[in-house]
């Protein structure tokens, strides 16, 4: 199976602030990435598709990039709501995902 | 608007058995792969399984954590999707959520709200 390690674990920053999320995968998998937003008690919510594409219904605050195995997830001029976990998710085979990034809004 | 609803989780001992449900509508459910991932206590998303749809032959893929223990089946004609679980172990405790896969299997882009398994003697 692919192994996805995403960095960092956790972080803090302000509302307003940049935060790059990153992601590597153990083979290349061309630009088969997607990230999801996971807050506590609800459903995840898809966010990025194949590495850069912005689902419907996410705000444009949020940008993916990468391709091969190195790929990131970018949110800018933070809010309180993005507060969640992100985790990145290879779909190039068997699926599997990265191990999340708990983001908290000071 | 999509909606997937789980049913069936519950308490169970270890060594047993359960079959989660999961009752799709809001679109062709039959065109979909359906894939079901889960949430241990305190832990990550885990992907646990996909069925393709009848043009692939109800093909089916597993996580290795769960690999011959879980089957997946669906009825197409109640658009709905089938997780049993067998020869359950206490790793097994999780919120289970059923999942759409568009495209192929390209993304997971609808979720349900997961129903809880919690496996324990």
């Known amino acids: 199976d692919i192994q996805m390690t995403q960095s960092p674990s956790s972080l803090s920053a302000s509302v307003g602030d940049t935060v790059i999320i990153t992601c590597r995968a153990s083979?290349?998998?061309?630009?088969?990435l997607n990230w999801y937003q996971h807050k506590l008690g609800k459903a995840p919510k898809l966010l990025i598709y194949?590495?850069?594409n912005l689902q419907g219904g996410a705000p444009p605050r949020f940008s993916g990039g990468g391709s091969g195995t190195d790929f990131t997830l970018t949110i800018s001029s933070l809010q309180p709501e993005d507060s969640a976990t992100y985790y990145c998710?290879?779909?190039?085979?068997?699926?599997?995902f990265g191990q999340g990034t708990k983001l908290e809004i000071k | 608007e999509v909606q997937l609803v789980e049913s069936g989780g519950g308490l169970v001992q270890p060594g047993g058995s359960l079959r989660l449900s999961c009752a799709a509508s809001g679109f062709t459910f039959s065109d979909h792969y359906m894939d079901w991932a889960r949430q241990a206590p305190g832990k990550g998303l885990e992907w646990v399984g996909r069925?393709?749809?009848?043009?692939?032959?109800?093909?089916?893929d597993y996580g290795a954590s769960v690999r011959g223990r879980f089957t997946l089946s669906r009825d197409d004609a109640k658009s709905s999707v089938y997780l049993q679980m067998n020869s359950l172990k206490t790793e097994d405790t999780a919120l289970y959520y059923c999942?759409?896969?568009?495209?192929?299997?390209?993304?997971?882009?609808?979720w349900g709200q997961g129903t809880l398994v919690t496996v324990s003697s």
């Open positions: 194949a590495a850069s």
């Open positions: 069925i393709r749809h009848k043009a692939t032959g109800y093909t089916t």
């Open positions: 083979q290349s998998i061309s630009r088969a």
């Open positions: 998710q290879q779909s190039y085979s068997i699926p599997t």
């Open positions: 999942v759409r896969a568009f495209s192929s299997g390209d993304y997971l882009d609808s």
